[in-house]
Each structure stands twice: as structure tokens, then as C-alpha cells.
């Protein structure tokens, strides 16, 4: 049984992913990582600090039933650690938010809060926050960019005379040695960097007080399934492009794949692999591809191409996500794509698409690009995307045979016709 934490603060740029980062890293291999909200990035951080995949928990796409049962079943670790997105109630009006997720879940919240310039009025920000909505899971604090011992010593003496019933769990340093010079997602690929910021940053924290704190994880499963039934494809076989190009998959996304077909195979196009002749479906993941890095690994993938179009031909079901769509395309700019879609794409120096989604059949998923179609493209793509149930948005799909593209990222489980259907997606 697992015990659970989350983490959250007052705003971005708090110190969220780094008291994250260093607590993944102290709890390594007794720990699953989660994320509130339609984020891929984070989620590839944790994998890689703890070793075990990171999983979404987003309300806007799923419900609160939904959300419980994918809470349980990933919680196969000795510690649940759960990263908010934003600020606690950020995300509030679209339905998803660490608020609304640690409430269905009850998971005891922890803030960590930027001390920096400040001190009384910390006590009463926190006041507002926790008074802001009466049901709330927030019961401890973490004092980030302290400058001093008697810095943190004020600021506890203040919050404990005002909020008694608050934990303070300890203080991080003002301007860490480790990452004076560094970034903290560029030093993911060096652990031995990692155990140093998780070190530094967990250095005047309790930790032990932190593990007695996570709250044990109870029966919350609904008894029934509770996402749309599906038809196993006996006999199918679904090919997954997922590389260092194409990286954006819900692990959940995945385990479905896993589930709903009898074999899942991973491509990587970076390394030419072609897709094999008996391939039933074929998924290509979302991350890009249009930029210089991605493009130079993919360029000269010529037996990748070949294989993909190949498919294309015979009328191989194949579905792109984003930076999937785009291959799809004829190109972006003048990089030269598969060709198989009639579609062009252009690199605009500010995002295109930012947070969730309805399309035209209420479907609800999440965007983020910084290309948009050409002015001739739009006329042959469809489903219009849009930030409102039933408002006028911009195209965001095309579709050639049985070959789709959109922008739209979204949640198979929750609907499996999208992948499973060979009528879909027709949109």
C-alpha cells in the first residue's frame, strides 16, 4: 500500500520541480511519480531522476472517477509523490487543477513557498490560500530562497503562531552551488549532478517528518471500469514511433496500447527503423520534429520514410499527434516531411495553440505548437479546435485515406474508438 504527498506552491518558478526533483531522487526506486495537468515534459524529468515511468493525473480530460482509478492503479510504489502544475488553484476554471486532484485523491499538499523578499507577508498569503476554498488538502510548507538560519527562523516562528495546525518541514538555501551556473532540466541527464541539487536542497529539510507525513493511499477504485469499454484487436499489431524526435506519449497512452492490441512495437526513426510489412496501425507520437536538432536526426531517416509511405498506400490505419502531424505533412518552412498529408506548416516565433481544448465533437483534449498551416492548408483540413465547448475555432486536423494528423493530444482510454475504430477519426 502506497502513502501518498503532493507538492504545489502559490505560482510557477517557486521551486515545485526542484523540491520534486530532489525528493524523487532521496526516494529512488521506492517511488512513482505523478503530474496534475497535460504536461510531457515534467514527466520525462521524474523517469529519469527515479527511474520509473511518470504518470498524468488531468481532470479536464478525465473525471474524478477516472482519475481515482488511475491514481490506484500506477500507486505500486512505497511513495505516491504527486507535482502540481502552476499556482494550487491555477487550472481551477478549466476543471483541472492541484486543487480539485488532491481533493478526489486526499492527498496532504505541501507548499514551497519563494521566501525572497518577503516574510510577514507570507503568513498572509498563505491565509488567503487556504481560505480561498474551505476544502482544501494543503498541511505543510517548505521555505524556499532562504538567505539565513534566522531567516527561516523568523518566517516559522510567523506561520506557526498564525496557522498552528501547519507542518513546516524545513527551508531550502538561497541560491544552491549546484545550480549557480546550470539549468536544472539540462543537468537531467547527469545523475551524479542530480544527487548533488538533492543533497543541497534537502539539506535542512526533515525528511523523515516528510515520510510520516504522506497519507496512506485507501481503497478508492470504483468498482466498475470506469472509461468506455473496448474491443481487444486480436491479432493486431500497433507500431508506436517514439524516439528522441517524437517523445510526447502518456505512459497511460501507452499501457492502453498494450492492453488493447496483442502486440505493441516501438519505432525509433532517428535510427531509420522501418515499420515491418505486417503492421495492422501505426501511432506517431508528438515532440518535435521541426526544429534544426530534430530535423538533422530525421532528414536522412530514408528507410523510416519509405515504410511509413509504404503503409500509407495500402491503406495502414496511421495516426499523428502533433509533431506526428507534421511528418505527415508535405513540410515545415523548407524542411522536407513524408508528403503523405496535403498539408504545410510554417514556424511562427510565438505559440500557435497553448492549454486544453474542445474539438467540433466535444472531445477534450490539450494543444501546445508554435506552427500553423499555411493559408492554402487550411482549406483542406477540418475539425475546427477551440478553447469553448462549441465555439468557431481554426482547423487543427487533415486526413488522407486512412493517414490523420491533428494537434490535438489527448487520452485514449478515454476514447478508445480514436485509435481502435477503423471508422475513426472521422471527426
Excluded at 104 to 123: E, H, R, V
Excluded at 345 to 371: A, D, M, S
Aim: include cysteine; charge should be positive; hydrophobic fraction near 35%.
Amino acid at each position: 500500500m502506497s502513502r501518498a504527498l503532493a507538492i504545489s506552491a502559490f505560482g510557477s518558478n517557486s521551486g515545485k520541480t526542484l523540491l520534486t526533483t530532489a525528493l524523487l531522487y532521496h526516494f529512488r526506486s521506492r517511488v512513482r511519480a505523478f503530474k496534475v495537468g497535460p504536461d510531457f515534459i515534467d514527466p520525462q524529468f521524474h523517469k529519469r531522476v527515479s527511474g520509473l515511468d511518470s504518470i498524468n493525473l488531468d481532470s479536464f480530460i478525465m473525471s474524478e472517477e477516472q482519475i481515482r482509478w488511475i491514481f490506484e492503479r500506477y500507486s505500486d510504489q512505497e511513495f505516491a509523490l504527486v507535482e502540481g502544475v502552476m499556482g494550487f488553484y491555477d487550472g481551477e476554471d478549466r476543471g483541472c487543477s492541484t486543487h480539485l486532484v488532491t481533493n478526489y485523491l486526499q492527498i496532504p499538499t505541501i507548499l514551497i513557498i519563494d521566501c525572497s523578499g518577503s516574510y510577514i507577508t507570507i503568513s498572509a498569503q498563505l491565509k488567503g490560500l487556504r481560505e480561498y476554498k474551505s476544502k482544501n488538502q494543503i498541511r505543510g510548507v517548505v521555505l524556499n530562497r532562504i538567505s539565513s538560519q534566522n531567516h527561516f527562523k523568523l518566517i516559522k516562528d510567523i506561520l506557526l503562531n498564525d496557522h498552528p495546525d501547519i507542518l513546516v518541514f524545513g527551508w531550502v538555501k538561497k541560491s544552491l552551488p549546484s545550480l549557480r551556473s546550470r539549468h536544472l532540466g539540462l543537468d537531467l541527464e547527469d545523475l551524479s549532478k542530480i544527487e548533488q541539487i538533492s543533497q543541497e536542497v534537502l539539506e535542512n529539510i526533515n525528511t523523515k517528518a516528510l515520510e510520516d507525513f504522506a497519507r496512506e493511499i485507501k481503497n478508492i477504485t470504483p468498482k466498475e471500469y470506469p472509461f468506455p469499454s473496448f474491443q481487444r484487436q486480436k491479432g493486431k499489431k500497433l507500431a508506436v514511433v517514439n524516439d528522441k524526435n517524437f517523445s510526447f506519449l502518456y505512459y497511460d497512452n501507452l499501457m492502453f496500447f498494450k492492453e488493447a492490441f496483442d502486440e505493441v512495437l516501438i519505432i525509433d526513426s532517428t535510427k531509420d527503423e522501418q515499420i515491418p510489412a505486417d503492421i495492422d496501425s501505426i501511432f506517431i507520437c508528438g515532440g518535435y520534429v521541426e526544429s534544426d536538432l530534430a530535423y538533422s536526426r530525421i532528414k536522412d531517416s530514408h528507410k523510416f520514410r519509405k515504410s511509413l509511405i509504404s503503409h500509407h498506400q495500402k491503406g495502414t490505419k496511421i495516426y499523428g499527434e502533433c509533431a506526428g502531424l507534421l511528418y505527415l505533412g508535405q513540410g515545415v518552412d523548407k524542411k522536407s516531411m513524408s508528403g503523405i498529408l496535403d498539408a504545410e506548416f510554417e514556424l511562427q516565433e510565438r505559440f500557435v495553440r497553448l492549454g486544453y481544448y474542445y474539438n467540433e465533437q466535444g472531445l477534450k483534449g490539450h494543444c501546445f505548437h508554435y506552427t500553423k498551416p499555411t493559408k492554402q492548408s487550411l482549406n483542406s483540413g477540418f475539425d475546427r479546435l477551440s478553447k469553448r465547448l462549441n465555439n468557431k475555432g481554426e482547423v487543427g486536423s487533415w486526413k488522407k485515406g486512412k493517414s490523420f494528423g491533428t494537434f490535438f493530444h489527448t487520452m485514449f482510454r478515454v476514447y478508445p474508438h480514436l485509435i481502435l475504430d477503423e471508422s475513426s477519426p472521422v471527426v
